[in-house]
């Protein structure tokens, strides 16, 4: 240990040791401040500006932001939107968590099977399942339109109060059907993505306490009230979150499936596509900025809301 | 216990639900599939695959698009596969680097870090694409693959999971490499790297997806078709190609074809996690 060169390379080594945090987390830090942190800072101010490309900016102050309140296609964007976010929560949660219900039961076989076949069209990026679904929408030709309409007549005929579903119903052309369009299409992409999580968090509820349930005589629902539901919970809230605010920035599905625009009557019209539109093609990014610290406030008060209601502030173990 | 014919007759109807269900779901991949394999004339003839195939609509994919539009539809895959593993490799350096870091040493700075990373994963994404775009610009970044690689190349995502799955790898591992005379990288390269494989390949898999499928930061960037990836090339050949269905087809089953591969080869890990953030968060 006297030896001179020890020491020194002892030395080398408890600097290199110190040094190591700082050294690992350095190029993270210069890009997350480059490109993460100063685009938002940026945008702060940006969205107080009128710009014309990258180059002409002129300070407007608040202007944006009362143009965006007062502008009908913002209003139309957020209804939109909000209404996909609202079938997005209410209608495929629901069914994500009841597949997961039933997969995670122990007699069921082939549960890995099912559970990859439900994942399978996830894998698939919204522009590719746009450009698939377009395609399965077409009229007269298209396989949903044959699938439904050779569904629903032989149904009409016993049971009237069924509507046909005519071969030329264009889901895509009508105002009234693009929005149900998006919402199956979503549903297909996303259910199987969300039972994932909800399959996780089964696995982990103590099963301890269903056998104590059933002990004390708990039947299937009281079972799923009182231990299956406050043991999901953390995982519950977090795909409630998440897929609100998944639903919320919603672009590329419309975008693709009507065509590279806002779609018949701007049905189709979101948020993110105003945004990308009043930005990008029109060129003005001191909007965009705009709409998109809209975007982000109004998800803020969403989740925050959405924390509330569902308690997630409590602790777990009341 | 015998389950009860009451019992029974349920389980019986959970499993042709689950069928039905299934069936409804990989409808649309197999009419995918059968539909690029079959000509203008077969497409809406036969519901599925017709008795005779053809490889037409590849041949219009890779030959005629390239001529009629000069988007060169391979070219733009080896694009696609190029931005796609730049990014995998650097965002998993870079993020596990700094998860470590997070993880197993105490540093100044690092509370505050740690909350900024966190305030700003609230904040989505669109909100910084315009003085993105401009900060781009006025690197003269744009229609580069530069300025299509380097604002993604750090995921906070990415730190948080491998800050969650190396807290819990044991400090023993670590003192005892350090022991052995191993510097911190090389502990980080030859320890912490293997034991967290699950976790790597979780994360190259949503890395690889999230780059594969991005579509809107790369229709802003890019101008020169030589520079598409795929997304970008097959909205141009739905644009051009409204009518000729199979080929588009053929081009959304070609863009698909990898990601797919890949999954089979990680799903394991995928699943894994995916969930990992969720389940311990």
């Given at each position: 240990m006297s030896a001179p060169q020890r020491t020194r390379a002892d030395r080398w080594f408890r600097v290199q040791h110190r040094a190591a945090p700082y050294l690992f987390v350095a190029p993270f830090v210069l890009l997350f401040l480059t490109f993460g942190l100063w685009p938002i800072v940026k945008s702060l101010s940006l969205s107080m500006y009128?710009?014309?490309?990258?180059?002409?900016?002129?300070?407007?102050?608040?202007?944006?932001?009362?143009?965006?309140?007062?502008?009908?296609?913002?209003?139309?964007?957020?209804?939109?939107?909000?209404?996909?976010?609202?079938?997005?929560?209410?209608?495929?949660?629901?069914?994500?968590?009841?597949?997961?219900?039933?997969?995670?039961?122990?007699?069921?076989?082939?549960?890995?099977?099912?559970?990859?076949?439900?994942?399978?069209?996830?894998?698939?990026?919204?522009?590719?399942?746009?450009?698939?679904?377009?395609v399965l929408f077409v009229p007269q030709y298209g396989l949903l339109n044959n699938a439904l309409h050779g569904l629903t007549e032989p149904l009409h005929r016993y049971l009237s109060f069924i509507p046909v579903v005519e071969?030329?119903?264009?889901?895509?052309?009508?105002?009234?059907?693009?929005?149900?369009?998006?919402?199956?299409?979503?549903?297909?992409?996303?259910?199987?993505?969300?039972?994932?999580?909800?399959?996780?968090?089964?696995?982990?509820?103590?099963?301890?306490?269903?056998?104590?349930?059933?002990?004390?005589?708990a039947n299937g629902l009281q079972q799923f009230i009182a231990v299956t539901l406050p043991g999901i919970r953390p995982v519950a809230v977090f795909v409630l979150i998440t897929s609100t605010i998944g639903s919320f920035q919603l672009f590329e599905l419309p975008y693709i499936m009507l065509g590279n625009g806002p779609g018949p009557n701007k049905a189709g019209l979101t948020i993110v596509m105003y945004l990308y539109q009043m930005g990008f093609v029109t060129g003005d990014l001191g909007y965009a900025s705009a709409v998109g610290w809209t975007l982000a406030l109004g998800l803020l008060v969403i989740s925050l809301a959405q924390m509330r209601i569902t308690g997630a502030f409590r602790s777990n173990t009341e | 216990m015998r389950p009860t014919v009451a019992t029974r007759v349920l389980r019986a109807i959970v499993y042709v639900g689950l069928g039905l269900l299934a069936a409804l779901t990989l409808t649309p991949l197999l009419w995918l599939v059968a539909a690029a394999t079959k000509g203008p004339d077969d497409l809406f003839h036969y519901t599925f695959f017709a008795p005779r195939g053809t490889w037409a609509n590849y041949q219009e994919l890779f030959e005629v698009f390239k001529a009629v539009k000069s988007v060169n539809f391979l070219?733009?895959?080896?694009?696609?596969?190029?931005?796609?593993?730049?990014?995998?490799?650097?965002?998993?350096?870079?993020?596990?680097?700094?998860?470590f870091a997070l993880a197993k040493y105490s540093f100044r700075g690092k509370k505050q870090l740690t909350v900024l990373m966190l305030s700003t994963m609230l904040i989505p994404g669109q909100v910084v694409m315009a003085p993105l775009y401009e900060l781009i610009y006025r690197m003269g970044l744009v229609d580069s693959y530069l300025g299509l690689v380097v604002p993604g190349a750090v995921s906070v995502f990415g730190i948080f999971l491998f800050r969650q799955s190396i807290t819990q790898m044991p400090d023993e591992l670590l003192d005892a490499a350090r022991m052995d005379g191993c510097t911190e990288f090389r502990t980080y390269w030859d320890i912490v790297m293997p034991v967290s494989r699950p976790m790597v390949g979780a994360f190259c898999l949503i890395s690889f997806m999230g780059a594969w499928n991005s579509f809107l930061w790369p229709q802003i960037i890019l101008h020169n078709s030589a520079r598409f990836t795929l997304p970008i090339a097959l909205n141009q050949l739905v644009g051009i190609y409204q009518q000729q269905y199979g080929t588009l087809m053929a081009g959304t089953l070609v863009s698909i074809l990898p990601v797919v591969v890949l999954f089979m080869l990680l799903q394991r890990e995928f699943v894994a996690g995916l969930t990992a953030g969720a389940v311990k968060g």
């Amino acid at each position: 240990m006297s030896a001179p060169q020890r020491t020194r390379a002892d030395r080398w080594f408890r600097v290199q040791h110190r040094a190591a945090p700082y050294l690992f987390v350095a190029p993270f830090v210069l890009l997350f401040l480059t490109f993460g942190l100063w685009p938002i800072v940026k945008s702060l101010s940006l969205s107080m500006y009128a710009t014309s490309g990258p180059k002409d900016q002129v300070f407007v102050g608040a202007a944006n932001f009362r143009f965006l309140l007062g502008d009908p296609d913002f209003r139309v964007a957020a209804a939109n939107t909000a209404v996909f976010a609202f079938w997005s929560v209410f209608v495929q949660l629901p069914l994500a968590l009841g597949l997961a219900l039933l997969l995670s039961r122990s007699w069921l076989r082939g549960r890995e099977f099912l559970r990859l076949v439900f994942f399978s069209p996830n894998l698939l990026g919204q522009v590719f399942v746009g450009v698939l679904f377009s395609v399965l929408f077409v009229p007269q030709y298209g396989l949903l339109n044959n699938a439904l309409h050779g569904l629903t007549e032989p149904l009409h005929r016993y049971l009237s109060f069924i509507p046909v579903v005519e071969l030329d119903t264009k889901w895509l052309a009508n105002p009234a059907l693009v929005m149900p369009a998006l919402v199956l299409t979503s549903l297909w992409m996303y259910v199987g993505f969300n039972m994932i999580y909800f399959l996780a968090a089964l696995q982990a509820v103590d099963q301890d306490l269903y056998e104590a349930a059933t002990v004390d005589g708990a039947n299937g629902l009281q079972q799923f009230i009182a231990v299956t539901l406050p043991g999901i919970r953390p995982v519950a809230v977090f795909v409630l979150i998440t897929s609100t605010i998944g639903s919320f920035q919603l672009f590329e599905l419309p975008y693709i499936m009507l065509g590279n625009g806002p779609g018949p009557n701007k049905a189709g019209l979101t948020i993110v596509m105003y945004l990308y539109q009043m930005g990008f093609v029109t060129g003005d990014l001191g909007y965009a900025s705009a709409v998109g610290w809209t975007l982000a406030l109004g998800l803020l008060v969403i989740s925050l809301a959405q924390m509330r209601i569902t308690g997630a502030f409590r602790s777990n173990t009341e | 216990m015998r389950p009860t014919v009451a019992t029974r007759v349920l389980r019986a109807i959970v499993y042709v639900g689950l069928g039905l269900l299934a069936a409804l779901t990989l409808t649309p991949l197999l009419w995918l599939v059968a539909a690029a394999t079959k000509g203008p004339d077969d497409l809406f003839h036969y519901t599925f695959f017709a008795p005779r195939g053809t490889w037409a609509n590849y041949q219009e994919l890779f030959e005629v698009f390239k001529a009629v539009k000069s988007v060169n539809f391979l070219r733009c895959g080896i694009n696609s596969v190029f931005v796609a593993c730049t990014t995998v490799l650097v965002q998993l350096f870079f993020s596990s680097l700094a998860g470590f870091a997070l993880a197993k040493y105490s540093f100044r700075g690092k509370k505050q870090l740690t909350v900024l990373m966190l305030s700003t994963m609230l904040i989505p994404g669109q909100v910084v694409m315009a003085p993105l775009y401009e900060l781009i610009y006025r690197m003269g970044l744009v229609d580069s693959y530069l300025g299509l690689v380097v604002p993604g190349a750090v995921s906070v995502f990415g730190i948080f999971l491998f800050r969650q799955s190396i807290t819990q790898m044991p400090d023993e591992l670590l003192d005892a490499a350090r022991m052995d005379g191993c510097t911190e990288f090389r502990t980080y390269w030859d320890i912490v790297m293997p034991v967290s494989r699950p976790m790597v390949g979780a994360f190259c898999l949503i890395s690889f997806m999230g780059a594969w499928n991005s579509f809107l930061w790369p229709q802003i960037i890019l101008h020169n078709s030589a520079r598409f990836t795929l997304p970008i090339a097959l909205n141009q050949l739905v644009g051009i190609y409204q009518q000729q269905y199979g080929t588009l087809m053929a081009g959304t089953l070609v863009s698909i074809l990898p990601v797919v591969v890949l999954f089979m080869l990680l799903q394991r890990e995928f699943v894994a996690g995916l969930t990992a953030g969720a389940v311990k968060g």
